[in-house]
């Protein structure tokens, strides 16, 4: 069997030697690599063309014009020959076991639609290591995969698709709607990797940490402070979820409250995180004056409406929000260390 490993590149130079050495330097040679160069205007181009020429059987090279990481995961995609299709983000690195640790347990679990993994995040003077199991498991039954859905919906699961590895066909049979997703630039992959696992027969789980996702914290928060509130909007991803729960199996008032519950705490730390990276006034206010029930599902607006006992300090900052006390709020942000907030 073989793994395709698709990379979108999108202005990347800095890190994209690094990330494709991580692939060369596999200690198992079952894999082939796309690239897929998304318009890139530094030297991305340059430094594609020239792994291409240099490993012309194992690397491939694709030039579009930019479209967004969506359409470019699915252009790597129609394009491999591999028997699982990963996923890699050109500023990350493979751990240089992970074809063989994939390939190993993929064949001695009897090819599974899905497989997860742990990851370690490193960066800006921290290391993180994120594993998703102490031991490594396969669900099978319905009843077993039960357990992989409760962990989308409470938040446990990572909603990456670099954090998972895919049959080719369930990719290739399992495109989102190009019109819905093309446009979305926060969470698409999230929602595309929630939904393959929700069609996935079998799913692995490897207790291996066998990816390093760069992060980038100086970049993430530049986006609160340039990008409108609509940027990090993703109900779409929570619809998703809802709608899947009967399909998942898990549709009760618990799972239900646990997914409204994920949906407002996610809500209130981006209304955090855009009011504390905004350097002027004039800018908090408008990030006050944003709609962010619009963030919400009916059913998270319900529980709240009927006094859901969410975090004390996340439903203060909900009110203000939603009563617009633009004076409080400033206040409160401008000593935000002894108020709480």
């Not at 709609?291 to 900052?317: P, V």
């Amino acid at each position: 069997m073989k793994i395709s490993i698709v990379v979108p590149v999108f202005n990347c130079e800095k890190y994209l030697s690094e990330c494709i050495e991580s692939v060369i330097n596999q200690s198992d040679n079952r894999w082939e690599l796309i690239l897929v160069n998304d318009g890139s205007t530094d030297k991305s181009a340059e430094i594609l063309d020239s792994y291409a020429e240099k490993y012309p059987d194992r690397i491939s090279v694709f030039h579009k014009q930019n479209e967004g990481q969506f359409l470019t995961r699915k252009y790597g995609t129609l394009n491999c020959s591999g028997d699982y299709i990963s996923f890699l983000d050109a500023d990350d690195i493979l751990e240089s076991d992970y074809v063989e640790v994939l390939t190993r347990n993929i064949e001695k679990y009897s090819y599974p639609d899905s497989v997860c993994f742990g990851f370690v995040q490193f960066g800006n003077g921290e290391t993180k290591e994120k594993k998703i199991t102490d031991s490594t498991m396969l669900f099978l039954s319905a009843e077993e995969r039960k357990t992989v859905y409760n962990r989308i919906v409470d938040g446990s699961l990572p909603g990456s698709l670099w954090s998972k590895s895919f049959r080719k066909n369930l990719i290739l049979n399992s495109f989102p709607d190009e019109e819905f997703v093309k446009n979305k630039r926060f969470a698409e992959d999230a929602y595309h990797s929630f939904d393959l696992l929700a069609k996935s027969e079998s799913v692995l789980f490897i207790d291996k940490l066998l990816y390093r996702y760069r992060n980038n914290e100086q970049g993430f928060s530049q986006g609160f402070e340039s990008r409108s509130p609509d940027y990090f909007n993703s109900k779409y991803l929570y619809e998703l979820i809802e709608n899947n729960l009967e399909i998942m199996g898990i549709d009760s008032p618990e799972s239900r409250s646990a997914l409204y519950e994920r949906n407002f705490n996610e809500t209130v730390y981006f209304m955090i995180r855009y009011l504390r990276a905004s350097k002027k006034s004039i800018r908090k206010i408008e990030i006050i004056r944003f709609d962010w029930s619009t963030y919400l599902l009916e059913g998270t607006l319900e529980q709240l409406r009927n006094g859901a006992k969410y975090n004390k300090a996340y439903l203060n900052i909900w009110r203000s929000f939603e009563e617009k006390k633009i004076p409080k709020i400033l206040f409160k942000e401008r000593f935000r260390k002894i108020a709480g907030w």
